[in-house]
Every structure is written in structure tokens, then in C-alpha cells.
């Protein structure tokens, strides 16, 4: 009777002891990313709870099976290679089959490559080799040596061993899935990298005005420097594009760029913004965080509208201007931090001084080298480029085809001041391409501001009478341009006929070989154009 519990005993014992071991072999592949480690770490934990004698996992990389990770061999055995149905185990891999081998030394098939046993062992052994299968393709086998036992259930071993195989491929596969997103992301962080680089260099700065390129001098001789940039000018001018453009054309372009508007924080966050804070700094702090300042380590800081910053948090910049480190909010250990400032403001920094509201000697740190950005106003010059430059942006982005803006449209926009500088153009641009259901841009199309006397303050007073004439002899200007002065194909165009277009012509005194391609025509009608002296409009 007691030779007949026995068997139901130790078969329950052996069946927990693979479960207790699944669940350490389970916990050992997903405690890591270092695969190689935790199926090192598997191969121990078989020797040390089923009687493995040796172990080997082999995986297949560009043909040939290599050793993984081996336990119980000389060091000698990493180095060994297998060819897919080469020996026991390239025929594991090649046929995706299980392999028992009772007895080694009976085998013939069995190459021994891996060399002496690292125990120096001479007792027979028998082999277990199971394939590692991923998407119903072998990518590898484990190679177990067993103490050879006349009466061993082999089928009993394969299953236990196969589902250690399986998990060996569950924990590759994952591998796998994390190295493809670790290079997509290297792959898109480049890309993305590069898209800025691009994106902000010097060329993409849009001008050919004097102001324009005086401040592309300023740009290139700072760029590859590490000194503190102050960049001053009115809101909207684009100071923040040429931050980017120093960051982007500098030394660190491969490392951070952090941005701060130091206006939109409230007084009270913006130090903690800036420097980070400890935990239980203040209620709320329920862990550490660090500040722009230690994420934009080895980098660029861009501290926009600084004259906005509170005196005491000027204080603490200051410090870190001049020593390089700070203490966190909270805090007494001092960070270290290797990072470049570019300092913007539209505000008048000398006013903002003599009133109290802005500490001097930080303003002479700031200002190392100061790059003034021009209004539009300044560069007038520069209005149509970026006309043209925001019309081909924005037609692409909202799909539609827009080939050009009218004459006098062209008239609306450089007689505006611009208070709103080149984001105003931008916006209005904009709202013109949203708006036109054609292919070119009128004046009609343009915001309301550039229509508007009171607003812009320079359309003069005009009656009814003239301002209907104006707009119809735009209209036929207009027509006779697009046509290069052929007015029977201009007064189909204006949905009327050719004798009312000549009529209408005549009575606006308005000449159509002006508008025609040939230079001598050009030139002929320059001679007696009573209206020569109205700029010509290019299409």
C-alpha cells in the first residue's frame, strides 16, 4: 500500500516544484530589458531545481545559431556557431521539432562542439533540445544535458521544457518590440531634429531689407558661441524665430530647446517654473521636479518677455548667470547646470529700470550681445516676400489654390502701418485664404482693419462716386494685367463686353500696352504714358 502512494506523492511534489519554478522563471524575464541576462539567469534556476547538469539558449541571427547565454560550459562554448541543420540543434531550428537525444555518447549526430563540460563530468547525460518559436518560425533553441536515467519520462520533460521555451520567446519577442520602438523613435527623433534644423535656418529667415540683413549678420557671428543673447523688438516681430535660429545653427542644435513665457506664469509659479522644487516645498509638493532650467542641460533656455519677471526671481537669476548653479525651491543642495540663455523682452529695459521694476546689473548680464529686431514698418521692403511666403503656406494648409494677390490688395497691404508687425500679416493672410473662393487674393479678402480709415489711419475720406470709381478701375487694372493687356479677353473675364470695357477705359485714362509682355511695348508706352510714373505691377 505504501509503494502505491508513493508514485501519486512524487508526481504532485514535481508538478508544484515546475510551477514554483514557471513562476521564478516568469518573474526573471520580465524583471529586465537584458535578455541575455535573464535567460543566463533561467539556465541557473533549471540547474538548481530539476537536475539540468548544462544549459544553452542559441538564437539565429543572419544564418548561424549563436550562443545566447550558456551555463555549465567552458567559457570557450559563447563563442561557438551552429548552421541551421547542422548537428542536433541546427536541426531543432531548422525543423521547428523537438529533439530528445537519450544517450550522448550513443549519438552519432551529437557534435560536442561546445568542448569539455565545465565540471570535467565524464557521466553519461541524455539531450533535450526544444525550439524557441516566434510567429510559427523557430528563432533559436534551449539545449538541456540531463543526468542520464534509464526510466526518465522524456515526454513529461519536453512539455515542462517547451513551456520554458515558450516563455523565452515571449520575452524575445518583447525585446524585439521594444528595440523596433526605440529606433522608431531614434529614427522620428532625428527626423523630427532635422525638420527643425531646417525648419529654423538662417535661409528660412524671410527679407532682403537692410534692417533684415544687418540682423542675419548679428544671427551667424553669435551662433556658434555659447554667450548670452538679449533680443529685443516690438510683439510679433518674430523674436522667438530667431532663438531658434541661433539654437538650431549653434554647437548644442543636438541638445534641448526649452522655451519659457515667463508673462503668461503668475509671480508665485514662476520660480518654481524656472528652478524646480523639492518635495514638500510647499503643499502640494509631493515629489521632486525639476525646473527648465535643468531640462534644458547642455542646451538652450529661452526666457521670453524676461521684463515681466518678478524682482526676487531676478535675483536668483542673476545667480545662475553668474555662478552657472542654484538651489532648487525648498531645497540646499546646489545644481550645477551647463546652459546657454537667450533673454527676450518688448518692453523699453532702460524705462524699466530707472523705474525700479528691473534689476540693473541683471540687464548687463543679459545684455552681452543684443539683437534688435526690426518692426514691418521697417522693412517694408520685406512685405510682399512675406506675403507670398504666408500665401503659399497657408494655401497649402487649407488645400486651396491660390496663385497670387491682386494689385489692389498689394496697394491695402503695404499702405497699412502694421502695429501687429509680421503676425498680423501672417493672421491676416490667413483669414484671406480661408475667405477666397478663387484663385487670387482682393482687397475684399482682407481683414476689415485694412479697410477701415479709423483703424489703419491711411485711407483718406473719399465720397461714394469716387471710392465706386476706384474700385472699378482696380477691377479693370486688374483684368488687363491678367490678360497682358488684351481687352476683349479682360471684358470677358469682367462678364462684359469689349466696346463698354474701351469705354470704361478711356474714361479711367488707363493705357493697356502697359501691361503687354513685349519689352518694346514696354518701352513705348513708358515714352507716352501719362500715367508712367504708377509702379508696375509683375504677375
Not at 88 to 94: D, N
Not at 321 to 335: I, S, W
Not at 370 to 380: A, D, M, N, Q
Not at 458 to 463: E, I, L, Y
Request: hydrophobic share 40%.
Amino acid at each position: 500500500m505504501a509503494a502505491a502512494k508513493t508514485g501519486p506523492e512524487n508526481t504532485a511534489t514535481r508538478d508544484a516544484r515546475r510551477l514554483s519554478t514557471l513562476l521564478e522563471i516568469s518573474q526573471a524575464l520580465s524583471g529586465t530589458l537584458n535578455l541575455k541576462a535573464a535567460m543566463q539567469r533561467v539556465l541557473v534556476i533549471l540547474m538548481r531545481h530539476h537536475g539540468v547538469v548544462r544549459g544553452m539558449v542559441t538564437l539565429l541571427r543572419e544564418g548561424e545559431l549563436l550562443v545566447e547565454a550558456a551555463e555549465g560550459f567552458d567559457d570557450r562554448a559563447r563563442t561557438v556557431r551552429y548552421k541551421a541543420g547542422e548537428g542536433i540543434t541546427g536541426k531543432v531550428v531548422a525543423s521547428g521539432k523537438p529533439i530528445v537525444v537519450p544517450r550522448v555518447s550513443k549519438e552519432p549526430e551529437f557534435l560536442n562542439r561546445a568542448g569539455r563540460r565545465g565540471d570535467g563530468s565524464r557521466q553519461e547525460t541524455s539531450f533535450v533540445c526544444i525550439p524557441i518559436v516566434l510567429n510559427r518560425a523557430a528563432v533559436g533553441a534551449l539545449g538541456i544535458d540531463l543526468t542520464f536515467k534509464p526510466e526518465r519520462d522524456f515526454d513529461s520533460s519536453l512539455k515542462f521544457f517547451g513551456v520554458v521555451s515558450s516563455m523565452m520567446a515571449q520575452a524575445l519577442n518583447v525585446q524585439r518590440m521594444v528595440e523596433d520602438e526605440r529606433r522608431r523613435l531614434l529614427d522620428e527623433n532625428t527626423h523630427l531634429r532635422q525638420e527643425l534644423r531646417e525648419r529654423y535656418d538662417f535661409s528660412n529667415i524671410i527679407g532682403t531689407s537692410g534692417p533684415t540683413r544687418e540682423m542675419y549678420e548679428q544671427v551667424a557671428q553669435v551662433a556658434q558661441t555659447n554667450t548670452t543673447v538679449l533680443i529685443r523688438g516690438e510683439s510679433g516681430t518674430g523674436k522667438e524665430l530667431i532663438a531658434h535660429a541661433i539654437h538650431y545653427n549653434s554647437l548644442r542644435a543636438k541638445k534641448p530647446f526649452v522655451k519659457v513665457s515667463c508673462a503668461a506664469l503668475p509671480e508665485t509659479l514662476i520660480e518654481s517654473e524656472l528652478f524646480g522644487y523639492e518635495k514638500g516645498a510647499f503643499t502640494g509638493a509631493n515629489a521632486r521636479k525639476k525646473g527648465r532650467f535643468e531640462m534644458a542641460e547642455g542646451g538652450t533656455l529661452f526666457l521670453d518677455e524676461i521684463g515681466d519677471i518678478n524682482l526676487s526671481t531676478q535675483v536668483k537669476l542673476l545667480r545662475v548667470l553668474q555662478e552657472r548653479e542654484f538651489e532648487r525651491l525648498g531645497g540646499t543642495e546646489t545644481v550645477k547646470v551647463n546652459v546657454r540663455l537667450i533673454a527676450a523682452t518688448n518692453k523699453d529695459m532702460e524705462k524699466a529700470i530707472a523705474g525700479g521694476t528691473f534689476r540693473e546689473d541683471l540687464y548687463y548680464r543679459l545684455n552681452v550681445f543684443t539683437i534688435f529686431v526690426p518692426s514691418l514698418r521697417e522693412r517694408k521692403a520685406d512685405l510682399l516676400l512675406l506675403a507670398d511666403h504666408f500665401l503659399e503656406k497657408f494655401s497649402r494648409e487649407h488645400g486651396k489654390v491660390i496663385k497670387r494677390i491682386s494689385t489692389p490688395a498689394i496697394d491695402m497691404l503695404t499702405a497699412y502701418h502694421w502695429p501687429g508687425n509680421v503676425r498680423e500679416l501672417e493672421n491676416a493672410l490667413e483669414r484671406a485664404v480661408l475667405v477666397c473662393d478663387g484663385a487670387v487674393i482682393h482687397g475684399h479678402h482682407l481683414p476689415p482693419t485694412l479697410q477701415t480709415a479709423d483703424a489703419s489711419g491711411t485711407v483718406t475720406r473719399v465720397s461714394l462716386k469716387d471710392a465706386v470709381a476706384a474700385y472699378e478701375r482696380d477691377l479693370i487694372l486688374d483684368a488687363l494685367k491678367t490678360t497682358r493687356g488684351n481687352r476683349a479677353k479682360a471684358a470677358r473675364l469682367l462678364d462684359t463686353t469689349e466696346r463698354i470695357l474701351n469705354y470704361k477705359v478711356r474714361g479711367h485714362a488707363i493705357d493697356p500696352r502697359r501691361f503687354r509682355s513685349s519689352d518694346v511695348a514696354k518701352r513705348a508706352v513708358a515714352d507716352r504714358d501719362p500715367l508712367r510714373d504708377e509702379p508696375a505691377f509683375a504677375d
